[in-house]
């Protein structure tokens, strides 16, 4: 048998207990403790970490006075353990509730702008169907949801590709782009300009998003560009409910994508404002594992992302014709 042959067979005779102490070592840096949290003894752990060592043929981690550190080896193990135990507590849960008579569950990520219309559509739709589906769903900036993603936590994100991590283990479906208005409350000083320059801005605080985000750099290049001093009078939050009070409760100005407060248009409560900022971000797609099998629950999940955006995105082309690849193949596609 050949090299790769020998260690592909040693590598599938890993042990779940052995996987766990792994991700215990990991976490407590000491393999005393690492065996306490396992609850096994320190020379029992210590012959599992060099069983695994000699399966492979590699030093998992290293020894120091201070404790145990995971090599470059190591911190591959570690990062497939992850997967492999989410992907069996998963596998454990949705059996479960098969046998509870409910349909299985989802786990969706998604940044903010979907998040307020497509994913709560989609869902919506699904669940008159199948009502037992237990669907659950996280928003946040799209670099921690691709990393839960990479990890096994959830089956699918909708947002961006943002970094290395993970690229060659992914699959993207664009949906749409993201261009941001100025909104303001309805009644704002500046509606009743004939005329807005970006000048004007200036005269109003804002609610910016945190200097880690694209959208507060493209805004840094928006202000930069024209040649204007950076707003002093700033207030810094993505969170939208806090964004849509501040909003409805001062003067303050913001760049959002219009759909993303329509509620709020609709009900008069805020507006856009006619100035064309120049600030967009790149598209946000369905972003999935490309090794992971959906249930069927999260089949049906997908199917109805994809029919939901080509009808709130009609630019879509139909299912077929959705540009899919490799995320290595298509690029950094931004930031939330």
């Known amino acids: 048998m050949s090299q790769t042959g020998t260690n592909w067979a040693n590598a599938t005779r890993l042990k779940t207990r052995q996987l766990l102490l792994l991700l215990h070592l990991s976490e407590h840096g000491s393999v005393l403790r690492a065996a306490e949290a396992a609850s096994m003894t320190q020379p029992a752990a210590s012959k599992l970490l060099a069983e695994m060592e000699s399966m492979l ?4 981690f ?3 006075a201070r404790g145990v550190e995971p090599t470059w080896y190591g911190q591959v193990l570690l990062r497939h353990a992850r997967t492999a135990l989410t992907e069996l507590s998963r596998a454990h849960d949705e059996i479960a509730a098969l046998r509870s008579g409910q349909m299985g569950q989802v786990a969706i990520g998604t940044v903010v702008n979907p998040g307020t219309n497509l994913v709560p559509q989609a869902i919506a739709a699904v669940k008159r169907e199948f009502p037992d589906l237990l669907i659950r769903v996280e928003m946040d900036y799209s670099r921690p949801l691709v990393a839960r993603l990479v990890d096994g936590q959830l089956d699918m994100v909708i947002g961006r590709i943002l970094g290395p991590d993970g690229l ?3 699959d993207f479906e664009p949906l749409a782009d993201e261009p941001h208005s100025l909104i303001a409350r309805a009644g704002h000083p500046l509606t009743r300009r004939r005329r807005l320059e970006h000048a004007d801005l200036l005269e109003f605080g804002w ?3 945190p200097p ?9 290049a928006m202000f930069l560009e024209r040649g204007l001093r950076w707003p002093q009078n700033i207030v810094e939050t993505s969170a939208l409910p806090v964004i849509t009070s501040l909003l409805r ?4 100005l913001t760049a959002l994508p219009v759909d993303s407060i329509a509620p709020y248009t609709q009900a008069n ?3 856009v404002l006619p100035i064309e900022l120049g600030v967009s971000i790149e598209s946000f797609g369905i972003i999935r594992r490309r090794d992971h099998l959906l249930s069927p629950g999260g089949q049906r999940v997908l199917d109805q992302l994809r029919i939901t955006a080509r009808r709130l995105y009609a630019e879509l082309p139909p299912p077929q014709g959705l540009r899919r690849g490799k995320a290595k193949d298509l690029g950094y596609l931004g930031e939330d």
């Open 57 to 60: 043929g590699v030093k998992l």
């Open 168 to 170: 060659a283990e992914l």
């Open 212 to 220: 880690a985000s694209l959208l507060r750099s493209r805004m840094d």
């Open 62 to 64: 290293e020894r120091h």
């Open 249 to 252: 409760n001062s003067d303050l």
């Open 269 to 271: 409560m805020l507006t």
């Open 207 to 209: 609610i910016l998003p």
